[in-house]
């Protein structure tokens, strides 16, 4: 299974930016063996619309635009449900095994999500609930997937 993760905003040269690439970097080279792939990051710059409800939705077609047809949508929302790790790697091996070609995990812009595309997604998740940086939130999500190939594959990386 092709995944795809979706970010607003850029990422600057940087730490973050280099930690999150070695995550990446690390799924790349071990997903393949158990049928998953990274298969782009795609990055937008947040909507310059003056209302959040408009910016919201000039973001949303964004995403809507890259989305492969029939792909999983997984989006990261403060109103999603939490999972652990290994619930989250259950979650795409599931998919995988039902035959799912593509996933799209999506970082929405400052402002939150359009609650269309909310209601459009097969999966809504957070990654607590606390708030996040969405700099941080590439890197959390990026070392997630790297994890969920160690699980999937028996790796000793995930220890409880």
């Known amino acids: 299974m092709r ?6 905003g850029r990422l600057k040269a940087g730490p973050e930016k280099d930690l999150a690439s070695r995550y990446l970097d690390r ?13 782009r ?20 077609a964004a995403l809507e635009k890259a ?10 929302d403060e109103r999603g449900k939490a999972l ?10 599931k998919y995988k095994d039902g035959g799912k070609r593509d ?6 812009g400052a402002d ?3 609650a269309d595309l909310r209601a459009r997604a097969d999966v809504v998740l957070n990654l607590g609930s606390m708030t996040w940086p969405h700099q941080l939130v590439r890197i959390l999500i990026a070392e ?3 994890r969920a190939v160690t699980i999937l594959s028996g790796h000793p990386y995930h220890r409880v």
Do not use: C, H, W
């Not at 995944?3 to 607003?8: D, N, P, Q, R, T």
């Not at 710059?45 to 000039?58: C, I, L, M, Q, Y």
């Not at 652990?84 to 091996?93: M, N, P, T």
């Not at 996933?103 to 929405?108: F, Q």
């Open 27 to 39: 799924f790349s080279k071990a997903g393949p063996a158990i049928g998953l792939e990274l298969a």
């Open 67 to 76: 989305l492969p047809e029939g792909a999983i949508l997984v989006l990261l």
């Open 112 to 114: 939150g999500l359009d």
């Open 3 to 8: 995944i795809s993760l979706f970010a607003v």
């Open 103 to 108: 996933m799209m995990l999506a970082i929405g």
């Open 84 to 93: 652990d790790s290994e619930a989250f790697a259950g979650l795409i091996d």
């Open 144 to 146: 997630q997937l790297y």
């Open 41 to 60: 990051m795609i990055e937008v710059p947040e909507s310059r619309a003056s209302n959040a409800e408009t910016r919201k939705r000039e973001e949303a």
